[in-house]
C-alpha cells in the first residue's frame, strides 16, 4: 500500500499501486472481502486480464490510461445509481479539456461519440460494498486503440484534450468523485440527463427496439417502442444505438 493522498477527497485511501495487475477491479474485490474500508483504491499501470461489461475485455496500452477501482461502503440512498453517478464525475473531469461530453446509458463516457471510458460497478450487497473500476483512455493514440474500435473509442489526447499525466487525471477525478458521491439522487439524475447521449434515438438490445426517452429516477432506461413504454434495467441488456 502506498499512502499520498492524491486529492483532497474522502476517498482514495489507502492506495494500492502496481505496474502490471490481471484487474485492478479483481483485487479491490478480494480487499473488500477481507474487510478494506471505505475509499480504498487499487490503481495500476496495465492490466493484463481487464475487465469489461457483459464479460468483454478491457485493453489499454501500458501508462496509458487511468485504471482503478475503489472499494465503496457508505453508499446510502444513492447506491443504485453508483454506475451514473461515476459517469457524471468522469465526465466532470473531461469537461475543461473536450467539448461534446456525454454519457452512453448506463455509463459509457464518449466524446463526440467515441467511447473514452468505461465503467464496472461490482459487488456484494448482501456484504455492504461495491467495487467502482473506471477505465479512462488519456494519452491512448488512435492507432493503439484495438482495430476494432478504432471507429468507436478515443481517448482525451487522441479527441484534442491535450497531453495530461495520469496522476495528474486521478486527482481530480477523485475529487469529482466524492463530490457526486455525497450529491442527492435527484442532482445527480439531473446532471447526468444533461449528458445523455442516447436521448430520442433509435437503440435496439436482444428483445426489442424502440426510441430513447431518458431515464426513470433509478437510472433504468426508458424505451418507447410499437407496443409502448417499456423499462430497461443496466444489468440486464446490451445496448446498441441504430445509426
Ligand atoms: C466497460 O465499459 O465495459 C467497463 C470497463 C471497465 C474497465 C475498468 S479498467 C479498471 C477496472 N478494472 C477492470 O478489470 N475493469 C475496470
New binding site residues.
Partial sequence: MIGQPRAPAGIGLPRSHSRRID????AARDLAARGAPHGTLVTTDE?S??????Q?P?V?PAGS?V???LVLRELGEGGGLLPLTAAVAVADVLDPWVGDVSIKWP??VWISGR?TA???VEGRPQEDWAVL???LNVSTAAEELPPELRDTATSVAAAGGGAHRIEEVLGPLLTALDRRLGQKPAEVLAAWRERDALHGSAVSWDEGEGVAAGVDDSGALLVDTAGGRVTLDAGEVHLSRIV
Fill in positions: 484487474s485492478t477491479n479483481r492490466q486480464a481487464g475487465r469489461g461489461r457483459s468483454r478491457w489499454a490510461s485504471l482503478m477501482s455509463n459509457d467511447k468505461g465503467i464496472l473500476g473506471i477505465g
